[in-house]
């Protein structure tokens, strides 16, 4: 690797109290890349690390969907009952246990040029002091002319709900080599990340923008450069350059979820009531999501992605051994045991969520293959490896019905390959 440990660890270690890094990064071999191994014994159930992103954003629809999110962190911003009353649909939707709602709207505060909102004062002098300085449009922020809003508004006429990527994810990694001391320490950490062959480029790039990708990635590179540009980066703004920053953020972006609402329900699972009490609330709580559901869909969270250096080397299994989350109700990232993991084993996720690791080796295998161009060779895939090489009967019905799996169902996890 070109950036010593010692310069990822800077920026992914020690953000969240007791988690430990008990972790390596080793080369692979030549189709696999980089892994993640373990250095010590690490528990089931255990905290493996806790990693905060080089960079993050939120989804374009998303926020204009009025998903209010911290500017910088991601953290949900509304009240759980607030939140609840959005996506339900009824204003009048009260929740029991206000009290848990662990949203403090005291502590929220404002870029004081363009008034985009932070869950805190750190967060704000954060975003500020990386990368808010060049991105900030101040007055000019519902300015359709200004070149940011040309490009969020190109990048949205053609990435539409549910959304995998984000063109302003691209466009603070610019920022925030514009305004560092050191550029070329950036300049090494991005580079770290999974890169393709021009192929495989173009194939995630097609992927991302759909059939008529060329001219949609020549509009967006036109405006980008025009928003952007930086002579530090200038072999980003090329159009070969652009379609491998491109394809870098869609290989490699972790899915962002942010939820009050969620993080009330979990905060009402761990009350002590008596029984009737417990079974009156989960009757609630299991209403409630019918009645989002009805309303709003599967479109619960605040929901972005993020570039994470370590989660970034974490291949895939299908019977993985560790996951990734976000309890904390913001971009922090949590990879958690599923079992126990001995030192000099590779720590394993999955791309796949629980359903798609439930189906037939040959499903899993198109799924991966067109959404992460790789075949997989787990032990579960080695297992099963004599299995005929077409899907079950029930589950062709329900790719007719359904229609081919789509990135929407990857958007929160989407890693590197």
Same mark, same amino acid.
């Given at each position: 690797?070109?950036?010593?440990? !010692?310069?990822?660890?800077?920026?992914?270690?020690?953000? %969240?109290?007791?988690?430990?890094?008990? *972790?390596?990064?080793?080369?692979?071999?030549?189709?696999?890349?980089?892994?993640?191994?373990?250095?010590?014994?690490?528990?089931?159930?255990?905290?493996?690390?806790?990693? $905060? /992103?080089?960079?993050?954003?939120?989804?374009?629809?998303?926020?204009?969907?009025?998903?209010?999110?911290?500017?910088?962190?991601?953290?949900?911003?509304?009240?759980?009952?607030?939140?609840?009353?959005?996506?339900?649909?009824?204003?009048?939707?009260?929740?029991?246990?206000?009290?848990?709602?662990?949203?403090?709207?005291?502590?929220?505060?404002?870029?004081?040029?363009?008034?985009?909102?932070?869950?805190?004062? +750190?967060?704000?002098?954060?975003?500020?002091?990386?990368?808010?300085?060049?991105?900030?449009?101040?007055?000019?922020?519902?300015?359709?002319? &200004?070149?940011?809003?040309?490009?969020?508004?190109?990048? $949205?006429?053609?990435?539409?709900? /549910?959304?995998?990527?984000?063109?302003?994810?691209?466009?603070?990694?610019?920022?925030?080599?514009?305004? %560092?001391?050191?550029?070329?320490?950036?300049?090494?950490?991005?580079?770290?990340?999974?890169?393709?062959?021009?192929?495989? =480029?173009?194939?995630?790039?097609?992927?991302?923008?759909?059939?008529?990708?060329?001219?949609?990635?020549?509009?967006?590179?036109?405006?980008?450069?025009?928003?952007?540009?930086?002579?530090?980066?200038?072999?980003?703004?090329?159009?070969?350059?652009?379609?491998?920053?491109?394809?870098?953020?869609?290989?490699?972006?972790?899915?962002?979820?942010?939820?009050?609402?969620?993080?009330?329900?979990?905060?009402?699972?761990?009350?002590?009531?008596?029984?009737?009490?417990? =079974?009156?609330?989960? %009757?609630?709580?299991?209403?409630?999501?019918?009645?989002? =559901?009805?309303?709003?869909?599967?479109?619960?969270?605040?929901?972005?992605?993020?570039?994470?250096?370590?989660?970034?080397? !974490?291949? &895939?299994?299908? *019977?993985?051994?560790?996951?990734?989350?976000? /309890?904390?109700?913001?971009?922090?990232? &949590?990879?958690?045991?599923? =079992?126990?993991?001995? /030192?000099?084993?590779?720590?394993?996720?999955?791309?796949?969520?629980?359903?798609?690791?439930?189906?037939?080796?040959?499903?899993?295998?198109?799924?991966?293959?067109?959404?992460?161009?790789?075949?997989?060779?787990?032990?579960?895939?080695?297992?099963? %490896?004599?299995?005929?090489?077409?899907?079950?009967? #029930?589950? #062709?019905? +329900?790719?007719?019905?359904?229609?081919?799996?789509?990135?929407?169902?990857?958007?929160?996890?989407?890693?590197?390959?």
């Amino acid at each position: 690797m070109a950036a010593s440990m !010692c310069d990822v660890f800077s920026f992914c270690v020690g953000v %969240a109290g007791p988690a430990r890094v008990a *972790v390596e990064v080793r080369f692979v071999s030549s189709a696999k890349g980089k892994g993640l191994f373990a250095t010590q014994p690490i528990q089931k159930g255990e905290t493996i690390f806790v990693e $905060r /992103p080089l960079v993050a954003a939120q989804f374009l629809w998303n926020a204009l969907y009025r998903y209010r999110a911290c500017d910088h962190c991601l953290r949900a911003l509304e009240k759980a009952e607030e939140n609840a009353q959005r996506l339900t649909g009824k204003p009048g939707q009260v929740l029991p246990h206000p009290e848990l709602c662990t949203v403090r709207k005291d502590l929220h505060q404002n870029c004081p040029h363009c008034q985009v909102t932070y869950c805190s004062a +750190e967060c704000r002098l954060a975003a500020a002091e990386q990368y808010h300085q060049i991105l900030c449009p101040g007055p000019s922020q519902d300015d359709p002319a &200004h070149p940011l809003n040309k490009l969020q508004e190109a990048w $949205r006429s053609v990435h539409y709900p /549910p959304e995998t990527a984000s063109i302003m994810l691209m466009a603070r990694m610019v920022a925030t080599v514009k305004q %560092a001391k050191d550029k070329d320490r950036w300049i090494r950490l991005f580079s770290q990340f999974c890169n393709k062959t021009a192929n495989e =480029e173009e194939e995630i790039v097609h992927k991302l923008l759909g059939d008529k990708f060329k001219g949609q990635l020549e509009l967006l590179r036109r405006l980008f450069t025009e928003a952007l540009y930086e002579e530090a980066l200038s072999q980003w703004f090329t159009p070969d350059g652009f379609r491998s920053l491109f394809a870098l953020v869609g290989t490699n972006g972790q899915g962002i979820g942010t939820s009050s609402l969620s993080q009330w329900v979990h905060a009402c699972d761990a009350l002590e009531l008596k029984p009737q009490d417990r =079974e009156q609330l989960d %009757a609630f709580i299991d209403q409630l999501y019918k009645d989002i =559901e009805a309303a709003t869909g599967e479109f619960l969270n605040c929901e972005g992605s993020g570039l994470f250096m370590l989660q970034s080397c !974490c291949n &895939h299994s299908c *019977v993985p051994n560790a996951e990734t989350s976000f /309890p904390e109700n913001n971009f922090l990232l &949590h990879v958690t045991a599923l =079992e126990d993991i001995k /030192p000099g084993e590779e720590i394993c996720i999955s791309y796949l969520d629980c359903c798609q690791r439930e189906r037939s080796r040959h499903s899993r295998h198109k799924i991966l293959r067109e959404n992460y161009l790789f075949v997989c060779s787990c032990p579960k895939c080695l297992a099963e %490896a004599d299995e005929p090489n077409m899907t079950s009967e #029930e589950e #062709e019905e +329900e790719e007719e019905e359904e229609g081919e799996p789509e990135d929407a169902e990857l958007g929160d996890e989407m890693t590197d390959v």
